[in-house]
């Protein structure tokens, strides 16, 4: 689990809200965001209507249920699975720190979306940099040995005697 930082807690609450379009409420980051309501709202603004049902009370259960939502939507969107938070690092504060890394991530998803106009958060993503060479261009370098080919003038690893053993000088 990694340790948390409270500075990119912040960033994070501040950008969810710029982009519903609220200001930002006073309370602890995992408590603001904890029923999953705020996230719901959230993906609605991105993709309207992903989120198509929101508990705003009720319990544990539904509330979880929010969340599990979210995280169907954020899938749908394009985020890739290891990227999403399980539900309970967030409802059960077991990783606070996995719950900002996946908001982040979907804070940079929206750069791909040109349809979002949003604010942006975090560095920007780079753009394809597609590079094409020609066949001779391609043949020049076969005749070259790269350093990583195992030649160093004459060490050599014959004598080692194999995985696990010392060796002997």
Not at 18 to 29: A, D, M, R, T
Not at 51 to 66: A, C, P, Y
Not at 88 to 99: C, H, K, M
Request: hydrophobic share 35%; net charge neutral; with cysteine.
């Amino acid at each position: 689990m990694a340790p948390r930082n409270k500075d990119q807690e912040a960033e994070v609450l501040n950008w969810i809200f710029q982009v519903i379009g609220q200001p930002v409420p006073k309370g602890e980051y995992e408590d603001i965001l904890r029923d999953g309501v705020v996230l719901c709202n959230l993906m609605n603004v991105l993709t309207p209507g992903s989120v198509k049902k929101i508990q705003s009370k009720g319990t544990n259960f539904q509330l979880m249920e929010n969340i599990e939502r979210f995280q169907k939507a954020v899938k749908a969107y394009g985020l890739p699975q290891e990227e999403i938070f399980q539900t309970a690092d967030l409802f059960e504060r077991r990783n606070i720190s996995q719950v900002t890394l996946s908001l982040y991530a979907l804070a940079r998803l929206t750069q791909k979306h040109p349809e979002y106009q949003g604010p942006s958060l975090g560095p920007k993503m780079a753009d394809k940099n597609e590079r094409s060479f020609t066949e001779d261009q391609l043949r020049a370098s076969d005749g070259h040995l790269g350093l990583q080919m195992g030649y160093n003038k004459g060490a050599s690893q014959s004598g080692h005697g194999g995985f696990g053993n010392t060796r002997h000088m």
